[in-house]
């Protein structure tokens, strides 16, 4: 052995290539991997709770677009009865109350007079 060497320790007796450290040192690299290691604990946690709340905000997303879907239609409904509603308004005012009944209004009223007049008929 040379006398620049220290002698072998425990741990480092079987293995000629390993080197031997103060404890001091070994004490702080533990700590400094423990500290690494929850940070990665910690971060792999974040990690996970943001990609629940990113699922839970794409099913949000999901529902929103869907009830946006859904009140469209609705409104496309609406619009359509009012465009009915204002035509066939226009068509009274413009009408001046001449006609105020389509054909087939007239039609059927027809029909239910000539009903009558024979139900009226018959009993006298």
């Known amino acids: 052995m040379n006398p620049d060497q220290d002698p072998a320790t425990p741990e480092t007796a079987g293995n000629p290539g390993a080197v031997e450290m103060p404890v001091d040192e070994v004490a702080h690299i533990e700590t400094i991997l423990r500290d690494l290691w929850e940070k990665l604990r910690s971060s792999a ?3 996970h709770d ?5 699922n839970a905000l794409r099913d949000k997303v999901s529902f929103l677009e869907q009830e946006l879907e859904n009140h469209k239609v609705g409104i496309q409904k609406k619009e359509n009865e009012i465009k009915a509603l ?14 105020a009944l389509s054909e087939e209004e ?3 009223l027809k ?5 009558l007049i ?7």
């Open 45 to 47: 946690r974040n990690i």
């Open 50 to 54: 943001m990609r629940e709340e990113r």
């Open 86 to 99: 204002r035509a066939e308004h226009l068509q009274l005012v413009n009408s001046n109350g001449k006609n």
């Open 106 to 108: 007239r039609e059927f």
């Open 111 to 115: 029909t239910k007079i000539r009903d």
């Open 118 to 124: 024979v139900k009226i008929n018959s009993y006298l």
